[in-house]
């Protein structure tokens, strides 16, 4: 018969022992690590270590970094954890300029703002002054500019704040590759058409049209020019139906006109001469 190999309990309790001891240290360990942690972030808390170092902006195009930081209400007093994201967002909206505001925590200490901007679809001329329009229809009067950006056109004659309104709103839907071609829009109401404007651009054309569905028929501006010989100039009606009238054609109606006027005027003392 084979032996079978007996381990007293007197050899295993060494083992046992030696187990216990290993487990209770690893045990130690792990409850010491966790009280460590814990005192290092509570002495990080209140140390100036969680501060906030740096708020960067991003995003804005109109509206300074300064005015923006200073809006936010961050300052680096603040502790970087207790920023309430959703306060700095609705303080930052507030601003007439803004439509869109994000904030973000990115570690170790910096407050990141992203916002989004109106866009500024014109400028009024007031006393000689000129105001941003943006694409809300909304005038900034508290923007006083001596001069214009050039970054959008001048709306001049608006007398009334609807009219006003409905030409921003075509504005923005236009491309902004067709916008950036037009200097000048001059509301010029008739009895038939309250709607009517006429458009000065910026490769000397004039173009004669209508508030309503601008953005559309404005599209084809730049490849009606395209079939046009530099040398012609002249006026693009847009209104109804799209065709060129050119200044000579113009001038030519009005010399016309002129020259039929004085025929008549000439007969008309003829026949007075001889009465």
């Known amino acids: 018969m084979e032996k079978k190999n007996i381990v007293s309990i007197e050899d295993r309790i060494p083992k046992l022992k030696q187990a216990r001891k290993k487990k209770a240290n690893r045990r130690l ?69 803004i439509t869109k505001v994000r904030v973000a925590r990115d570690f170790p200490n910096t407050i990141t703002i992203q916002v989004d901007e109106y866009d500024r679809v014109g400028y009024v001329r007031v006393d000689g002054s000129y105001y941003p329009i943006l694409e809300n229809g909304k005038r900034l009067d508290s923007y006083e500019l001596r001069v214009t950006n050039g970054d959008a056109p001048l709306l001049l004659d608006f007398d009334k704040a609807t009219y006003l309104e409905e030409m921003s709103k075509e504005l ?51 490849s009606i020019v395209t079939q046009l010989s530099p040398e012609d100039k002249g006026i693009i009606h847009i209104d109804v139906g799209a065709y060129f009238e050119s200044y000579s054609d113009t001038e030519q109606e009005g010399s016309s006109e002129e020259e039929s006027n004085g025929e008549d005027q000439q007969g008309e003392n003829e026949d007075e001469a001889q009465g």
């Open 172 to 222: 923005r839907e236009l491309p902004s590759s067709v916008a950036n071609l037009i200097s000048e829009i001059h509301w010029t109401p008739t009895d038939d058409n309250p709607f009517q404007i006429k458009l000065y651009m910026n490769d000397g054309y004039e173009v004669q049209g209508t508030i309503r569905n601008f953005s559309k028929k404005m599209r084809a501006y730049p």
């Open 29 to 97: 360990i792990f409850y010491l690590t966790i009280l460590f942690l814990l005192i290092a972030i509570v002495v990080y808390l209140q140390s100036p270590l969680s501060h906030v170092k740096q708020v960067t902006v991003k995003g804005n195009v109109h509206v300074s970094d300064e005015e923006i930081k200073e809006m936010s209400h961050v300052t680096g007093k603040d502790n970087f954890w207790k920023v309430d994201k959703q306060q700095v967002e609705t303080s930052v909206k507030g601003h007439p300029e």
